[in-house]
């Protein structure tokens, strides 16, 4: 008569530590190749932010030369504000007081959260910062994903038909548009 050998059929340890040590592995590259892709679609948006605001200027200043409007938003106190056109300032080639109303512009959006997306940075509070700063050094290495204008108030730009955007995307990634109107 055959006896019943019953086995018992588990891992043993070495086998479940290999598993998890490969486990490890994965979760290591993993990790790693998450963070790449994070830092390339942060890096991706900043700029993307950024031609939105050239794009904002460059259409603007257009419309004066074709008759039409350049809106800007000025605040009215409290929540209201009203929209002026500033075609007078392209035409005079005033581009500090068109840079400060640009600015000035993006604030009013920022108070009403409609522009915190441009630079996609709530300060540490959750609030909405104004997204784009006016002046600062030229090429200074601004706030990271923060929009910078410059316009004759600066001495290396001497032209005040001008206005520069810099936005700096990441320590290692600076942008800078001109724009001559």
Request: glycine fraction near 8%; proline fraction near 1%; hydrophobic fraction near 35%.
């Amino acid at each position: 008569m055959p006896m019943d050998i019953k086995t018992n059929r588990a891992f043993t340890l070495i086998e479940l530590l290999v598993v998890v040590a490969i486990i490890g592995i994965l979760a290591a590259i993993g990790v790693n190749t998450f963070s790449g892709f994070q830092e390339k679609a942060k890096k991706s948006s900043c700029s993307s932010s950024h031609k939105q605001l050239v794009k904002f200027i460059q259409l603007g200043c257009a419309n004066c030369y074709v008759g039409n409007k350049f809106l800007l938003k000025l605040s009215s106190g409290g929540l209201s504000y009203t929209e002026i056109d500033r075609c007078n300032l392209v035409d005079s080639g005033d581009g500090e007081n068109l840079k400060n109303r640009i600015q000035h512009h993006f604030k009013v959006e920022t108070y009403f959260n409609n522009w915190c997306k441009i630079d996609g940075k709530p300060d540490g509070a959750g609030n909405c910062q104004e997204a784009v700063a006016n002046g600062g050094r030229y090429g200074n290495g601004s706030t990271i994903y923060e929009h910078e204008l410059h316009s004759c108030d600066n001495s290396n730009i001497s032209d005040c038909k001008t206005i520069v955007v810099e936005t700096n995307c990441t320590d290692s990634t600076f942008i800078r548009d001109i724009i001559k109107f």
